[in-house]
């Protein structure tokens, strides 16, 4: 139970370890500061504005300290340079008349922030989250007037690269699609104090299509059918489905637009630079008819079970065809009339969702100049921010002469590469980096925003300097692309510091500075419970892409009689044989085993540690949110096993050990959420009532719901003896999910296999299937309501259930 001194000493002590040496040139050269210049559009905040934004968000998030700090934009370079920095300095002003006592000088209202940030984190012990993963732990900082000084004549931080990337296609929405204004405030906040200057801004597009395809004389009623419902938007976008969960009623497209000006309009004053969409060939069915002498093609199945046509099988324009240009462009414009010139970054992925028919590299080249023109067209500076995930996924199509085709299809500096998966396969290393064409190193981390704890700590803190220091670098900035977010605050944590940092990071140190901000004090037991987790947890090296597949959340289909002939739901990257899109599909295999990387009983050791100082913590948010969060995780992974156990007893005919089985394993699922319903943090009421809640009619309010609760659960069609080929992939550990849901799939499903072992008959797998995918069915239309606030100690449930499963 021990608590160490305070370790104000250790956090200058790190401070000191990581201060940058003189600056030497970024990686890419000059030219990569220049480019972040360049990359801003003409709509730009003054720096009064961007003072004043910075001053917002310290008045938000610390508004008893408002008037302890001043801000200051370095718009003629004397602190800065050339380069984008921080610089953290005593006030002039005499605090004890009331004046400011930390002056903070940057770049950009980003750096202003992200000053203020470092200046919390290293001078006052802060920690910063999601609220739903804790919050801000902020009571260790001193009252006004008394707070700490800076050394000397100050600490300038430099970005040893220009950008810091945020968000991945699919977040809008696995994470933000049912986000209102004030939540939207927040997150932007969070961005700027993480450094984060180049963040994805897909919301309300489709009002700007709708506009576009208007031009082209596409009806309102045309588009009910090619837009997908508000859950479903990130695939409707990418050319994957269409009307699945739509349509989408004028209410919301006006909501969205109006949604994405204040955010663009919050980026800009802070100084970011927002990648806006653009084309990449996806049209309404009805191009075919009004364009027939187009270069159109009907793209093939993606995962619907039966290849129906209400929701499957695209159209894409070709991006050699004339139209293509013509489309790109109007959609660019339509853009800058809209928001006005907000940026020159434009996303487009069009070779990830249909590769090129040949391998050609002339014709792929040709492919690539026709993207980059119709972006051009609608402005001219324009530059293509692509994700590098299709290296990686299609492989075998994308070998170096093609990728090189693609990569310099444009010039040098009118692209930029997301290298998504860095963290584990970095594609830099194989393509001699990007050859020569800037890129990003990136952190996936996140499938569906599951939530399991999970992470590489060694690789965030080195691979980042490895990719910039390495011979040739042409790596720009750093990014994190997680399908989903407020999971794992100490990753990303780690990830946003290392825009800033220009050396490997020492991991062990730094949790021990980590777990003293994250609770706001030390704790010797807490500080080797981290070291338990550092080399466990957030240690895994197998390759293998984490995707919550616990048997709990992601309950196999398949009979325990064919373990090993039988095609399992396990889902693989794996790529259609008709159109060779990347997608997540069915692969053959035996049973679907959850992903382990570590020594569950190590972990079961950083558990123990969390409750002994549970009395010392037990009133910080952060610290319950850690210890809900490593409980789950630990009994999830036991429930594995008693899986396992519960198929063996079955096919030894064993039918009080199948009971014995069953009844743990049902029994594990109610108090896991008996502990979550005891967190506001993990309940499924917040979810559904945040889709109701910008439902403007009743009939808006009845799709939202449906949309919310298909999307964590079945995803997708399915029929009435086979489930969708999704489900699942978006699976929560949410309170009221678990009883209501995963429950009762796992008891009907035991409940059948026990029926078959007493009647002495094989196992019914399509019985199983029809009851539960008709209960399935049911639930997602349902309307009952779940609690959106917690209920119960977590503290005393944790304990129980510890020494109920894991003593």
């Not at 409707?236 to 209410?251: C, E, I, K, T």
Request: hydrophobic letters at 40%.
């Amino acid at each position: 139970m021990g608590t160490s001194p305070p370790l104000p000493l250790l956090l200058f002590l790190l401070l000191l370890a990581i201060l940058p040496s003189p600056p030497a040139a970024a990686a890419g050269g000059t030219s990569a500061w220049g480019a972040l210049r360049g990359a801003a559009g003409s709509r730009r905040a003054s720096p009064a504005e961007q003072e004043a934004a910075a001053a917002g968000v310290l008045r938000r998030l610390l508004p008893s300290h408002a008037r302890s700090f001043s801000f200051q934009i370095d718009s003629k370079g004397s602190v800065c340079g050339e380069s984008s920095c921080f610089r953290i300095s005593n006030a002039v002003d005499n605090p004890d008349n009331g004046g400011p006592e930390i002056l903070i000088q940057g770049t950009t209202g980003v750096e202003l922030v992200s000053g203020l940030h470092w200046y919390l984190k290293y001078w006052c012990g802060v920690h910063i989250s999601w609220d739903k993963t804790g919050g801000a732990q902020l009571a260790s900082v001193p009252s006004p007037g008394s707070l700490p000084r800076v050394e000397l004549e100050g600490v300038k931080i430099e970005r040893p690269v220009p950008w810091n990337y945020y968000q991945n296609v699919v977040t809008s929405s696995y994470s933000f699609v049912w986000w209102d204004w004030k939540r939207w405030e927040k997150e932007i906040d969070w961005m700027a104090l993480q450094g984060i200057n180049l963040p994805l801004a897909f919301t309300g597009q489709e009002a700007i299509w709708q506009k576009v395809f208007k031009t082209f004389n596409v009806t309102d009623r045309d588009l009910d059918d090619f837009f997908g419902g508000p859950a479903f938007l990130a695939w409707a976008r990418m050319g994957n489905l269409h009307g699945w969960g739509g349509p989408l009623s004028q209410n919301w497209l006006d909501q969205q637009l109006a949604l994405q000006k204040k955010i663009l309009s919050r980026m800009i004053e802070l100084g970011m630079v927002p990648v806006l969409p653009s084309f990449s060939g996806n049209v309404p069915a009805v191009f075919s008819k009004l364009f027939p002498s187009a270069n159109i093609t009907r793209l093939g199945d993606w995962n619907t079970v039966d290849a129906d046509p209400r929701y499957c099988c695209t159209y894409l324009l070709g991006p050699s065809d004339a139209l293509f240009l013509e489309v790109g462009q109007a959609f660019i414009r339509q853009q800058l009339k809209e928001y006005g010139d907000v940026t020159n970054i434009y996303s487009c992925d069009t070779f990830n969702e249909n590769t090129p028919p040949t391998n050609e590299p002339a014709y792929i080249s040709s492919l690539g100049s026709a993207v980059y023109e119709a972006m051009s067209r609608g402005n001219k500076n324009a530059v293509w921010l692509m994700q590098g995930w299709l290296f990686y996924s299609d492989a075998a199509f994308w070998k170096e002469p093609q990728m090189k085709a693609l990569l310099h299809s444009v010039p040098i500096g009118k692209m930029v590469v997301l290298d998504l998966f860095a963290d584990v396969k970095p594609i830099w290393k194989i393509s001699s980096q990007f050859y020569g064409v800037p890129y990003i190193w990136c952190l996936l981390h996140n499938f569906g925003g599951n939530i399991e704890m999970y992470g590489i700590l060694d690789s965030i803190a080195s691979g980042p300097i490895e990719a910039r220091t390495s011979y040739n670098s042409t790596m720009i900035g750093v990014g994190m692309c997680m399908e989903g977010i407020e999971h794992n605050p100490v990753v990303y944590d780690l990830t946003s510091e290392m825009a800033f940092r220009n050396k490997k990071v020492e991991v062990e140190d730094w949790l021990k500075t980590y777990s003293y901000r994250r609770y706001g004090q030390a704790n010797t037991e807490i500080e080797k419970a981290w070291r338990y987790l550092y080399h466990t947890i957030y240690n895994c090296t197998d390759g293998i892409a984490d995707h919550n597949k616990d048997y709990i959340v992601e309950f196999p289909d398949i009979s325990p009689s064919s373990f090993g002939s039988q095609l399992s739901k396990r889902r693989g990257m794996s790529i259609s044989s008709n159109h060779r899109r990347f997608f997540l599909s069915e692969v053959s295999g035996s049973l679907p085993h959850p992903h382990l990387w570590y020594s569950t009983k190590e972990a079961i050791k950083a558990l123990d540690l969390f409750l002994n100082a549970g009395n010392e913590f037990s009133k910080s948010l952060t610290y319950r949110y850690d210890l809900v969060d490593l409980t789950r995780q630990c009994l999830s992974k036991l429930a594995n096993d008693v899986y396992l156990d519960a198929m063996r007893s079955y096919q030894k005919k064993d039918s009080n050990g199948l009971n014995s089985h069953t009844k743990r394993f049902l029994e594990i699922i109610a108090d896991i959420d008996t502990l979550l319903a005891a967190d506001d943090n993990f309940l499924l009421g917040t979810w559904l009532e945040s889709a109701k809640g910008l439902a403007v009619t009743e009939s808006e309010r009845k799709q939202y719901e449906w949309n919310a609760r298909t999307q964590v659960t079945m995803w997708y069609d399915n029929t009435e003896t086979e489930q969708s080929k999704l489900h699942d992939y978006a699976n929560k550990f949410w309170s009221g999910l678990l009883k209501s849901y995963y429950l009762p799939r796992a008891s009907k499903y035991f409940a059948c296999l026990t029926r078959s072992l007493q009647e002495n008959r094989s196992f019914e797998l399509e019985e199983w299937r029809k009851d539960w995918i008709s209960y399935s069915n049911q639930w997602q239309s349902g309307k009952e309501l779940y609690a959106v606030k917690a209920t119960g100690d977590s503290l005393a449930i944790s304990r129980s259930l510890y020494r109920k499963y894991l003593s």
